[in-house]
């Protein structure tokens, strides 16, 4: 059994230990596990092949996700499939489906330039980000009009900023790992590799509807949701294909567990995700 991990380069450098453990766990069951970097390779595209039962798409750079495009154009099994993965980077696309499917957001704008959003903030601050950027990159809360002139051109989603309920910022991280959630309180800003662990907090009925809402819209078993409550509601404000799950118990080994069992699936000819799973609500 083969399992190619398409990863970023700097992933070695990062203190969490999550993937070097799933790799670990994976060689230690039988699996044979290639990195794949895709920046330190001179890809021929006109031979490119399928030479692993699965592929794990955990990079998200503009050329690792192009390689597992092309992987997929030429029937490639990747977890998590490579339009979904696209379609999260997407916040445009991503935010449209998951309001689609009933999910909480925060209202939303499309803008080409943050000049527009002038008469906007006359109701409110807003939370502006570029749209295809990632992990928090260019996000930032605008409260008046002259702050625009310091914003970033380009392409980006503006939100109805909600502030948080409690005495101290924090978000809601609920994780899903094969059909199991977990979720994980974050107060920010998070500095330490332990404060971004975060604490554990219990799945209520109301974050475990949002939960199997996003998992349908997407059609995914594997997904990171960023939650915060506001004045009594939820909203989500962001959606990951690949976290980084701090804070989920056992994580390497739940990670590693399912992506063993999607890989035996591809190998054998079967579909590698359960599409009927349900995601259960788990208490830490």
Not at 218 to 230: H, Y
Not at 235 to 260: E, M, N, Q, T
Request: with cysteine; aromatic share 8%; charged share 25%.
């Amino acid at each position: 059994m083969r399992i190619g991990m398409l990863m970023t380069p700097s992933w070695s450098t990062r203190r969490s230990p999550l993937m070097p453990e799933v790799l670990a766990l994976l060689r230690q069951w039988g699996a044979t596990v290639e990195v794949i970097y895709a920046e330190d390779r001179c890809t021929a595209l006109g031979t490119l092949r399928v030479e692993h039962d699965l592929y794990v798409l955990k990079s998200d750079t503009e050329l690792g996700l192009s390689v597992a495009g092309a992987l997929h154009a030429v029937g490639a099994n990747i977890v998590n499939p490579w339009p979904v993965a696209m379609m999260m980077k997407d916040k445009v696309a991503a935010i449209r489906r998951l309001l689609a499917a009933g999910v909480p957001v925060p209202e939303t704008w499309v803008i080409s330039s943050p000049q527009r959003l002038a008469r906007l903030l006359e109701d409110g601050p807003l939370v502006i980000r570029p749209c295809r950027r990632s992990h928090g990159h260019g996000t930032r809360v605008v409260w008046d009009s002259d702050e625009l002139d310091d914003a970033c051109e380009g392409p980006m989603v503006a939100q109805r900023y909600h502030k948080p309920d409690g005495e101290e910022a924090a978000d809601r991280k609920i994780y899903c790992i094969g059909g199991q959630l977990f979720g994980v309180l974050r107060r920010f800003p998070a500095r330490t590799f332990r404060e971004k662990c975060g604490e554990p907090f219990t799945i209520t009925r109301e974050l475990r509807d949002l939960a199997l809402r996003c998992a349908a819209a997407f059609g995914v078993e594997l997904f990171g949701a960023d939650v915060i409550l506001s004045n009594g509601a939820f909203y989500l404000v962001d959606i990951h294909s690949f976290p980084g799950f701090k804070g989920v118990p056992d994580a390497a080994l739940r990670l590693a567990d399912y992506l063993y069992a999607a890989a035996k699936r591809a190998a054998a000819g079967e579909p590698s995700t359960f599409p009927s799973c349900e995601p259960k609500a788990v208490s830490a």
